[in-house]
């Protein structure tokens, strides 16, 4: 059964520095892995998707890599500010499923 | 593209009764999925439909529990005699993905938060 852990549960920093998010896996049979953006009391907003093949995926100053066989994932947040402060999510897919199974998530605070 | 859309936002019952949401997903995706999400926890698979087949459902799917998509355009959810442990926000998502060659990616909805009293 996959599982999926995002360390730490909490990170709090202030604004202007650069971060990493860490999230694992113990099935290293998966078909993509996701990063979300979750506001509290919203939905999801996706923030990058890496492919199985891929090894990293950038978006602004987002930055994502994928070491499938250790079973990693980081989230770079470059030069961070005050409005990047929302709960992250890591998710993945397992190669022949269709379910999305998530971390618990890591709660962002940047500080002004 | 107005994104995933779900009605209502923020639903407060009683015990005891039944509650219906909806999902209207992007136009055009084949596949539409429901999750739970408890607080302080990530989202958990609920269902997941291609076109107008419902084709998984997982275990957390109890027999109070019922979804459609007819026509396999937009999908509601309901739940029957509610409990206090439904209380919880209800996701909706959609994907393209069809072949080989897509991404998988998801996009969801802002949900549907559910108070049981």
């Known amino acids: 059964k996959q599982e999926v852990t995002q360390i730490p549960a909490a990170l709090s920093v202030p604004e202007g520095e650069n971060l990493v998010l860490n999230c694992s896996f113990t099935?290293?049979?998966?078909?993509?892995l996701q990063w979300f953006r979750q506001d509290p009391g919203k939905g999801l907003t996706s923030l990058l998707l890496i492919q199985s093949s891929q090894r990293e995926q950038t978006s602004g100053r987002l930055n994502a890599s994928l070491d499938k066989s250790s079973g990693r994932s980081t989230l770079y947040i470059a030069a961070s500010q005050p409005g990047d402060s929302a709960t992250y999510l890591c998710a993945v897919i397992q190669g022949g499923s269709e379910k999305l199974v998530f971390g618990k998530g890591t709660k962002l605070t940047v500080n002004p | 593209d107005t994104g995933v859309s779900q009605d209502p936002r923020h639903k407060i019952t009683k015990r005891g009764q039944n509650v219906t949401f909806r999902c209207d997903p992007i136009?055009?995706?084949?596949?539409l999925y429901w999750y739970r999400q408890t607080l302080g926890q990530g989202p958990e698979f609920l269902t997941y439909?291609?076109?107008?087949?419902?084709?998984?459902k997982s275990r957390l799917l109890s027999d109070r529990f019922s979804a459609e998509r007819p026509k396999g355009s937009f999908s509601t959810l309901e739940i029957q005699r509610t409990e206090q442990g439904d209380s919880a926000m209800y996701l909706c998502a959609s994907s393209p993905r069809t072949g080989t060659s897509n991404t998988g990616e998801l996009f969801f909805g802002e949900g549907s938060r559910l108070t049981v009293l």
């Open positions: 439909f291609q076109n107008e087949a419902q084709l998984e």
């Open positions: 136009s055009e995706h084949n596949r």
């Open positions: 099935d290293s049979a998966i078909y993509n």
